[in-house]
């Protein structure tokens, strides 16, 4: 039968020497696992507060370091390259051991703390990009540790559970570039980076106190089950190559669809603040401000596109969130001064995430049942981040030799584009549907 995400279950190839049994434990949700999803949810925040805090950090750190359009351009590839190198690699390793993602979970946001440390204690720019890789690529294991045991845990309400989870990043994404701004009127960058690591130790600790009462949790992340059978990383492989394979040209799509989403939305991120605070003059508080309303609509938005994806289907959604963007973006182009270009970074941010996780939650539904979800998350988050990467600095080419207000057209561009190659799926998806029928 066919699904309304447009994947013919009864033709993928479940069985066969590369592949393995699902996880067959009974779930059972108690008022335990809630809570416990409810607080891996809620330590993302903390995540994303650093995360985009940094691009008002930037704004600061570009004027003590004497940085430049392509050199500011540099930083945001360093980081999303290695938040998407090791979100790739560490997603299969996650599949390997899947009896070990509490204690990725835990690594990864103290890990994340230490790197922050790094970056505020380093003496010279050089310094600084190697820990900012570090910390990008330790903070980036989380995303396919979580969201695996998310999906697991839920898979009837994956597209939901997992915008969910965006929208606590987009709480940190909210609160961080508000208390960045806020905070560089008293302290350093510095002082604000080294500050990441006692707060992420309390969340570690916080953390392993709720997920140890779990035990839905510790079945699926801290213990090994005597029936399911191991598999080597060429079997891992071929299970994904089986995917590629049984969906026609569903993810190859989808994977291309995240690599335009992500050089879209990597220009945007960083330069927005530049343009807000060298082109408009904006003080670091507005800055903050304005970034905070670029994240913070997703955190309504987000899981109301998760929802209408769960019950109207992944496609026409992903066609709405881009389209959106697209338009949006090309008003900025034109209107982009005065109240017009606060209230349409508003309207930006609601559509700003909601492209990335529907595209996850469809990816983990080609996957369901295979144990590939990290692999999966890895791998999209992964395509994401390492296109994203590139994305700051080809803007800051294109802003150096064509001013601040092509950020605009680019983005819309980009969006536009995806918007384009999703469309190209409505004929596969309709061929499909009238072959399970």
Do not use: C
Not at 11 to 28: F, S
Not at 39 to 51: D, K, T
Request: glycine share 14%.
């Amino acid at each position: 039968m066919l699904g309304h995400y447009g994947i013919d279950r009864k033709r993928l190839p479940w069985k066969g020497p590369h592949m393995i049994d699902p996880i067959k434990i009974e779930l059972t949700h108690s008022t335990k696992d809630h809570v416990a999803s409810g607080a891996v949810i809620g330590s993302h925040v903390l995540q994303h507060m650093y995360g985009n805090g940094f691009f008002v950090l930037l704004t600061a750190m570009y004027t003590t370091l004497g940085l430049n359009p392509i050199s500011a351009g540099l930083v945001g590839t360093i980081r999303a390259l290695g938040s998407g190198t090791a979100s790739t690699f560490g997603g299969v390793l996650i599949d390997r051991f899947q009896h070990h993602r509490l204690a990725i979970l835990y690594a990864s946001m103290a890990t994340m703390g230490v790197g922050y440390l790094l970056v505020g204690l380093a003496p010279t720019f050089v310094l600084i990009l190697v820990a900012l890789a570090f910390t990008a690529g330790a903070g980036s294991i989380w995303h396919p540790a979580a969201r695996s045991l998310l999906s697991q845990i839920y898979p009837q309400r994956r597209g939901f559970i997992i915008s969910v989870d965006r929208s606590a990043g987009s709480v940190g994404d909210t609160i961080g570039p508000l208390a960045a701004g806020a905070l560089l009127a008293y302290i350093t960058w510095q002082q604000i980076y080294m500050l990441a690591l006692p707060m992420a130790l309390v969340v570690v600790i916080f953390l392993w106190r709720v997920l140890s009462r779990s035990e839905t949790y510790q079945q699926l992340g801290a213990r090994k089950q005597t029936d399911q059978a191991t598999r080597s990383l060429k079997e891992q492989f071929r299970a994904l190559k089986g995917v590629l394979k049984s969906s026609g040209n569903i993810l190859t799509v989808l994977l291309i669809v995240k690599a335009v989403a992500g050089f879209g939305q990597g220009g945007l991120l960083l330069w927005v603040p530049l343009y807000l605070s060298e082109d408009q003059g904006m003080s670091t508080f507005a800055v903050g401000v304005h970034v905070a309303l670029l994240t913070g609509m997703g955190i309504a938005t987000g899981p109301a596109f998760g929802w209408l994806s769960d019950h109207r289907g992944r496609v026409p959604v992903i066609m709405i969130v881009l389209g959106g963007k697209a338009v949006i973006a090309g008003l900025l182009a034109v209107f982009g001064t005065g109240v017009m270009l606060s209230v349409l970074i508003a309207a930006l941010g609601g559509f700003m995430f909601g492209v990335n996780t529907l595209i996850q939650a469809w990816a983990l539904d080609l996957v369901d049942g295979r144990n590939l979800e990290g692999t999966m998350m890895g791998t999209m988050y992964g395509v994401n981040m390492i296109f994203q990467g590139f994305a700051p600095l080809m803007v800051g080419v294109i802003v150096a030799g064509f001013g601040f207000n092509s950020l605009f057209i680019y983005v819309a561009s980009m969006n536009g584009l995806g918007l384009l190659l999703v469309v190209s799926l409505l004929p596969v998806l309709m061929r499909r549907k009238r072959t399970s029928g």
